[in-house]
């Protein structure tokens, strides 16, 4: 399984979100995805694929740019890099 | 501030035998047990222990999934029955009220012990240098009464009560007292625990006080009152109440469930694990002192009894000190037989239990409790101390009980009284003082020549009186099919004189 697969398996697993079919401008707030539950995803994410997110990358908002994140995090770069 | 009738309006419950409070209620009826032997993964040494276990909750479905990942489990388990219990007082839709004094209060012995655990072995087992962000959060002891308050918009107080097996019987009773007082309409109450953690259970056995067992037995292991008793069974789960004023109650035209009469609370100041008579019938005379009752007014204890040797005894030896030529006549038994020792959460779910109990006229048994008149023999008692619990044998053989034998006390008698004790006296690990805490529970007053309905089959009845949340008000309890009409006798003490 692709990197960018696992990720959003994960973001599946932990959030109930399919990002594949979200639509992209859904807000994560009005899924109940806060920024506490950003900051421990983001977390595991790195734990779980050994990457770095990068700490001042900013906290994805949408569903598309938790998307992109995801996308950025699997292809090895953190999102500062890819910004 | 005057002093005020509290109702009980809404119940919610995730214990070993359910995930809801008539779910599990029901099961009580019917003598499930919710014991299973336990063996925790990834331990580094075998461990197999009985243990009361939530097998059937899915805190992702029951919450949301990206709320449930912001939660420990004792957190995941409060906030279940919270979320029952607010929706059954028909709070859930009534937005836009004015909550800023309502508030929450909360019990929990150990409260995140589950991350604490996964933390310890991030640092120390796995040789991590970092930890997860939400740890400090997830771990608290507050954590699941500040989950409330956001949920709920509680403004007023939002406190945690820490006093080991006393939690949420403490967290009841303060809750009761703001509600009594006027200093909040609406008061959230309850507790939860999640303490099936590896560390945790070796901590426990350390102290040799759980009850062994294996994959045969583990669902009898639990055996309160009985001569064999080995030790209390480590459960989790959690339970809340509603507590909200009467008038108010009533003017909504909420279900009332039963008026909360009385609290008491005492400190054996003896010793951190041995209890005490006297310090027990202390809380228990205070509560009743606190109600305006007397002993003979009560009917039912559901008893703390967590199956060790010396607490069950002591507590027996207290509610004879406390309650004398009553006791004989009184309806006892001990839950913790079907769900094992929530620690801080057991004074919850043995309070809901206990207000089903007075709701419905059905009296929740002790299984295996047949033996249980081996106790006064036990206790040096004399048998009269339990004459007044008239066991029934059945033959009910069910796979999961080694010991088929489901005893049910009597029916209760008109004037239900209902009593509840939550003692933190048995040897457990407190690592505080002894505390003890008593809660007593009484329905509300029916109607001039009414009548109470009560009913002692084990037949299904929750689903007429636990139904949805938003049920127009009923007079009294609800009336069950079955049930036997009693009239109920009139009670000098309803008549209470404002405080």
């Not at chain 1, 973001?11 to 639509?23: F, M, P, Q, T, V």
């Not at chain 2, 967590?306 to 004989?328: F, Q, S």
Request: glycine share 10%; aromatic share 4%; proline share 7%.
């Amino acid at each position: 399984m692709s990197q960018a697969a696992l990720a959003y398996r994960f973001i599946e697993e932990r959030l109930g979100i399919d990002l594949k079919s979200a639509d992209a401008a859904t807000e994560l707030a009005t899924l109940g995805v806060d920024s506490l539950t950003l900051l421990e995803l983001m977390f595991e994410i790195e734990e779980k694929l050994g990457v770095n997110v990068g700490e001042n990358t900013p906290p994805p908002r949408t569903c598309g740019e938790l998307a992109q994140l995801m996308e950025r995090v699997a292809a090895g770069k953190t999102a500062v890099d890819g910004a | 501030m005057s002093a005020r009738r509290v109702a009980v309006t809404g119940l919610g419950m995730v214990s070993p035998v359910g995930t809801s409070a008539p779910a599990s209620f029901q099961a009580l009826l019917e003598g499930r047990s919710g014991l299973q032997l336990l063996e925790p993964a990834e331990a580094p040494h075998p461990l197999a222990v009985p243990a009361g276990v939530c097998a059937d909750f899915d805190a992702g479905a029951a919450l949301g999934k990206p709320r449930a990942a912001t939660m420990d489990r004792y957190s995941q388990l409060g906030v279940a029955a919270a979320l029952e219990a607010w929706r059954d007082a028909g709070l859930a839709e009534a937005p836009g009220e004015d909550r800023s004094q309502w508030g929450v209060a909360w019990g929990t012995g150990m409260g995140g012990a589950l991350t604490f655990e996964r933390g310890y072995r991030e640092v120390y087992a796995a040789g991590r240098e970092r930890l997860a962000p939400l740890t400090v959060v997830q771990a608290m002891n507050n954590a699941c009464a500040s989950h409330l308050a956001i949920q709920f918009g509680l403004g007023g107080s939002c406190a945690t009560y820490s006093v080991a097996c006393a939690s949420a019987a403490m967290a009841i009773g303060e809750a009761f007292r703001r509600v009594r007082s006027g200093a909040a309409p609406v008061m959230l109450a309850g507790g939860s625990e999640a303490p099936l953690a590896y560390g945790v259970i070796r901590a426990w056995l350390a102290l040799q006080v759980l009850a062994p067992g294996d994959a045969a037995s583990a669902a009898s292991a639990g055996k309160p009152f009985q001569r064999q008793r080995a030790g209390l069974v480590l459960a989790e789960g959690g339970a809340a109440l509603v507590l909200e004023d009467w008038a108010r109650a009533e003017q909504r035209g909420a279900r009332i469930y039963a008026e909360l009469a009385g609290f008491g609370e005492s400190s054996d100041h003896a010793n951190l694990v041995r209890p005490s008579r006297d310090g027990q019938a202390r809380a228990v005379r205070a509560a009743l002192a606190d109600a305006r009752l007397a002993p003979a007014d009560l009917d039912y204890v559901n008893a703390h009894a967590t199956g060790t040797r010396e607490g069950d005894a002591v507590e027996i030896a207290a509610l004879r000190a406390a309650l004398g030529e009553r006791l004989p006549q009184l309806h006892v038994s001990s839950t913790k037989s079907s769900l094992g020792h929530p620690l801080g959460a057991a004074g919850a779910l043995e309070a809901a239990i206990t207000v089903l109990a007075l709701h419905t006229g059905d009296l929740p048994p002790t299984l295996g409790a047949a033996e249980a008149l081996g106790l006064a023999q036990a206790t040096g008692c004399r048998s009269a101390s339990l004459k007044g619990v008239s066991w029934i044998r059945s033959s009910w053989s069910r796979a999961t009980m080694a010991a088929p034998l489901v005893c049910l006390p009597r029916a209760p008698s008109a004037s239900a009284w209902v009593w509840s004790t939550s003692m933190a006296s048995s040897p457990v690990p407190s690592t505080v003082s002894v505390i003890i805490n008593s809660i007593s529970v009484k329905p509300p007053r029916p109607r001039r020549g009414s009548r109470l309905r009560f009913s002692w089959s084990t037949r299904p009845l929750l689903d007429s009186s636990c139904g949805p949340a938003r049920r127009p008000a009923a007079p009294g309890p609800r009336r069950n099919p079955a049930s036997r009409s009693i009239r109920r006798r009139r009670h000098p003490r309803l008549r209470r004189p404002p405080r």
